[in-house]
């Protein structure tokens, strides 16, 4: 006799009479990805192992060609500096240079970093609220843009010049208030409150600074594209008001970063197709009072998230599963918060690598770690997943591969997807040995099972 | 298993509990464990028939009924 088809025995609590009412089936359409730019998931994950981040080289360089037209269509004296903290993996980092990008760096680190891909100093942006005496020397002594974020910061930049025997080119950051909340007013020299004029003052009488660059960034994932029309009015007005008072010649504005991905931020009601405004919604509002201006200064932007967040894709494995004591399924996959920092203020994209029926039920997606707050999706309706299925997250393209830690697990490794599907490797997995390459062990601890 | 015979699941896998007012949905072989287990048959009985005629080994079998049973205990619908 042949066995009948097996599905697992489901029931499922009706919260209200919707699903009655309607007819509604319980078997919910689930999002499935069997590829990346062609590439098949299993094949990623033959080469690569399980969990792997995964970049598209494609994505990116077509995600960076139509934000550039964007904006050098409307108003062709401009200039992108890609975000490093946002992705500083050598593979992306070069992928935007080669595009023509210009580098935006916030430590010595960064600064690093750059200079060693081969980044001349006088195409680093070099913002940040704390800028080592050391850094500064040779950020000035290499012609970087200098952003100064405080006061402190213009007394040290003139013991430098002065040490360098070099007035200094610098731009001041301004915060200011466009409009939108929470107000980023940490960073750089209050417009309203008289600051960003005394900071002016200040480095003109001190006689040893140029000022020749006006920079803010209002903040990120910014969901309103008219706060930035009326950060570049502000701006455009002081760099007036400055030069017409105090005969300085204002090069570029830096209007920063900040532009949405197609990421669900948690709170946000309506599906990111919905909320994100377009590039070309952002390029309209900060080009218009740039292209009414008489001087038309050098426009620069610092963009991060938005040129990478969707180009990047976790693919992790599920492990395990278990029915909690509140009727939710919770699934453990073999990446956690460890690898994807921003799952606390973004729900991904949850993509199944295979197709998957069978009634829907209420799940969490937990990770690895031992650890209650490993929870990468609280809430989600899903058919009975199996162990060994692959689930594929996005976009986490932006500040994962950064800001991720290495707690608990080794980090895993990070591929890129080349332009003609080639299957290349930008990170290694970690091993015991990078992990412990900076540790020192003191001779008397030394310990040894045998003795 | 406890009783439960005072539960009505109708062919659409409807289900009304009437002490608490609350419905349910259950898929075909959920329908099918709850009448084995009306019928009194225990998590190793109804896995074994299960896994007889059906495409699952006794261990997921016997895996799912159990979990079956806590669901149902979860619910408030067994004791
Ligand atoms: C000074 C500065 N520029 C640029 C960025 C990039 O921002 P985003 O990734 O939101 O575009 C940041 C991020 O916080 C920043 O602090």
Avoid at chain 1, 289 to 314: C, M, Q, S, V
Avoid at chain 1, 390 to 409: K, L
Avoid at chain 2, 22 to 39: G, P, R
Wanted: with cysteine.
């Amino acid at each position: 006799m042949k066995k009948k088809k097996y599905e697992r025995p489901v029931i499922q609590k009706i919260e209200n009479n919707y699903y009655v009412k309607h007819g509604v089936s319980a078997r919910g359409y689930q999002k499935k990805r069997e590829s990346i730019d062609n590439v098949k998931i299993a094949d990623i994950v033959k080469k690569f192992g399980s969990p792997v981040f995964v970049f598209s080289e494609k994505a990116i360089r077509e995600k960076f060609k139509k934000a550039q037209a964007a904006f050098k269509s409307r108003y062709p004296n401009f200039q992108f500096g890609w975000s490093y903290k946002t992705n500083y993996l050598k593979g992306i980092c070069s992928i935007f240079h080669q595009e023509g990008a210009i580098a935006e760096v916030v430590s010595d680190f960064e600064y690093d970093k750059a200079r060693a891909l081969g980044i001349k100093g006088e195409n680093i942006i070099y913002n940040g609220p704390y800028k080592s005496m050391e850094s500064l020397t040779l950020a000035a002594s290499e012609n970087a843009k200098i952003h100064i974020d405080n006061f402190d910061e213009i007394n040290d930049l003139e013991k430098v010049a002065s040490k360098l025997d070099k007035k200094i080119p610098v731009t001041i950051r301004i915060n200011m208030n466009t409009g939108i909340y929470p107000q980023w007013s940490r960073f750089g020299f209050n417009l309203e409150s008289g600051q960003a004029i005394n900071a002016v003052k200040r480095i003109i009488a001190g006689q040893k600074l140029l000022l020749n660059g006006l920079h803010t960034h209002i903040g990120t994932f910014i969901l309103d594209p008219k706060a930035y029309g009326v950060a570049a009015s502000k701006m455009l007005g002081f760099m007036d008001e400055i030069e017409n008072e105090f005969g300085l010649d204002i090069e570029y504005i830096d209007l920063g970063g900040g532009f949405a991905s197609l990421s669900h931020l948690k709170g946000v009601y309506q599906p990111p197709e919905i909320a994100v405004p377009s590039i070309e919604e952002y390029a309209d509002e900060i080009t218009r009072p740039f292209i009414n201006n008489k001087k038309r200064p050098r426009l620069i932007l610092e963009t991060g998230r938005h040129l990478i967040d969707e180009a990047g894709y976790l693919i992790s494995t599920i492990v395990g599963q278990k029915l909690l004591c509140d009727g939710r399924r919770s699934y453990i996959v073999d990446a956690g918060v460890n690898f994807l920092y921003t799952a606390t203020w973004y729900t991904y994209n949850l993509e199944l690598e295979k197709d998957t029926d069978g009634i829907t039920e209420p799940s969490l997606i937990n990770g690895p770690l031992c650890m209650n707050i490993d929870v990468i999706n609280e809430s989600i309706m899903l058919p009975r997943l199996e162990r060994g299925d692959r689930i594929v997250f996005s976009p986490v393209g932006a500040y994962n591969v950064t800001q991720w830690m290495q707690f608990i697990r080794y980090r895993p490794k990070i591929a890129l997807i080349g332009i003609n599907g080639e299957m290349e490797l930008l990170r290694e997995k970690e091993k015991l040995a990078d992990v412990e390459s900076c540790e020192r062990l003191p001779q008397r601890l030394k310990f040894s099972d045998e003795s | 298993m406890s009783n439960f015979s005072h539960l009505a699941v109708n062919d659409n896998g409807f289900l009304f509990d009437p002490t608490s007012g609350q419905s349910f949905t259950l898929n075909t072989m959920a329908q099918e464990v709850m009448s084995a287990m009306k019928e009194g048959k225990d998590v190793d009985q109804i896995a074994r028939e299960l896994s007889h005629s059906y495409e699952v080994s006794y261990e997921s079998a016997y895996e799912d009924v159990l979990e079956f049973g806590t669901k149902l205990k979860l619910y408030g619908l067994s004791l």
